[in-house]
């Protein structure tokens, strides 16, 4: 079992930053493949980025094209912890954020099938 809690979600205006932080526990960290996930109301939940790391290929990431340049994945092993970097922040940025994870070496994970474990959600909300 892996548990996910997310945190970092607010408010903040249109050009403002915020930093997501999802902490895992319950597995070992280094083999987990990590993404962030958003759901705005009234729509389907969608990819943002993912990240993966192996002894053979290092870190790895994957953004959505919509946040490419905007959004930073990173990892941090010693806390266990995935962050997601999140500047130039626009009002359709706005959503419930999910981090998701899964038990793989194979690089990072775009589609919401592949992930085993969801944190709880955290709200980002980007005002004009």
């Known amino acids: 079992q892996v548990q996910l809690v997310e945190s970092g979600g607010g408010l903040v205006q249109a050009g403002g930053s915020l930093r997501l932080s999802c902490a ?6 280094s083999s987990l493949a990590m993404g962030w996930f958003r759901q705005a109301p009234g ?5 943002v980025a993912a990240i993966s790391w192996s002894s053979w ?3 790895n990431t994957v953004y959505a094209d919509s946040v490419k340049g905007r959004f930073t994945i990173s990892r941090d092993p010693a806390k266990k912890t995935v962050y997601l970097q999140m500047n130039s922040l626009q009002p359709e940025d706005t959503a419930v954020y999910y981090c998701a994870a899964v038990q793989s070496f194979r690089g990072p ?12 959600g955290t709200q980002v909300t980007v005002s004009s």
């Open 24 to 29: 895992a526990s319950g597995r070992t960290f």
């Open 43 to 47: 729509k389907e939940r969608e990819f």
């Open 57 to 59: 290929t290092g870190t």
């Open 109 to 120: 994970k775009v589609m919401l099938s592949e992930y085993d474990y969801w944190g709880q």
